[in-house]
């Protein structure tokens, strides 16, 4: 096989294989280093690397090696015990507090199966297996809305009134607040919908 000169920018594996060997081939049939480069459209140092790497392993140094990678991730059992493990909880997991983040997820992996991630390659895979970013509650756990809904009956307006007979001037807590924006945009947050992996 002889390459010539219309040669594809890029050669698959396999077709580079073919070229070292083609190059063995020519230098063991008493070709010249230089015609061989020139021959098959290398550099003369690779025909000399490929020479040397023939005299010291055989045939055997010019074949492709395997690419032995990480394994692909994750396989369906895997898939199955990360989403257990998210249901389950980031305490469970062995984290200090329930939050799961794609950070932790990624540690999660490196610890059950030895396989580094960067946290931006597993953006959507959670969002398919069911999960989804969440804002943090905005109002606290011990919040009793019945116990709210009595002092902003009962007490609130004594004390506003309270305020206002003394000519003192309301907290700006206490105060209603401007609204900046369109007439028509709704009061309130705005409630647009992020992606899972949005920061």
Known sequence: MVMGAQQPFRLTPGQLEARRLLAASLLKSGWRPVDVADEIGVTRGAVS????????????????????????????????????????????????????????????????????????????????????????????????????????????PRIKRGLEEAGGRLPSWMRPAVRFGPASAPRGRPSARRPFCAA
């Open 49 to 156: 690397q490929w020479s040397t790497a023939v005299r010291e392993g055989g045939l055997r140094a010019l074949r492709r090696k395997p690419h032995t990678g990480l394994p692909s991730f994750p396989n369906p059992a895997q898939w199955k015990q990360l989403a257990r493990a998210l249901r389950a909880g980031a305490v469970k997991a062995g984290f200090p507090t329930e939050r799961w983040t794609l950070l932790r997820i990624v540690q999660f992996i490196q610890r059950q199966w030895g396989i580094e991630y960067n946290p931006a390659s597993l953006c959507e895979p959670p969002h398919r297996l069911g999960f989804s970013a969440h804002l943090p509650r905005t109002q606290a756990r011990e919040r009793d809305d019945a116990l709210i809904e009595a002092w902003l009956k009962r007490d609130w």
